[in-house]
């Protein structure tokens, strides 16, 4: 079974940056790809980045020239770096990663990010 463990959300203020990073475990089969995703209160969750096991990435319009996703494919590890925060970045951010040939979901407990004004 796939384990995935978040860490490092928290509270900052706008402008302000964070990093948020993520480990996978147990997995028997190849990591494709690995992203983070995010939902607000009363919204669904949406896509914010993903990096594909050959490194090619895909950003949603709202995150796109302030964060950058990065991933360690030898120790299965994917960091989210969030700059110029907005407080609409508020959510709770997960981690997913799809696993094997039919790219099986799996995701993590998932941090609180919160921006104040």
């Known amino acids: 079974q796939v384990q995935l463990v978040e860490s490092g959300g928290g509270l900052v203020q706008a402008g302000g940056s964070l990093r948020l990073s993520c480990a996978a475990s147990g997995s028997r089969f190849l990591i494709n790809a690995m992203g983070w995703y995010r939902q607000a209160p009363g919204k669904q969750r949406e896509l914010v980045a993903v990096?594909?096991?050959?490194?090619?990435?895909n950003y949603a319009d709202s995150v796109k020239g302030r964060f950058t996703i990065s991933r360690d494919n030898a120790k299965n590890t994917v960091d989210l770096q969030m700059n110029s925060l907005k407080p609409e970045d508020t959510a709770v951010y997960y981690c997913?990663?799809?696993?094997?040939?039919?790219?099986?979901?799996?995701w993590g407990q998932g941090t609180q990010v919160t921006v104040s004004s």
């Open positions: 990096v594909a096991s050959g490194g090619s990435t």
């Open positions: 997913n990663a799809k696993v094997g040939f039919y790219r099986s979901d799996y």
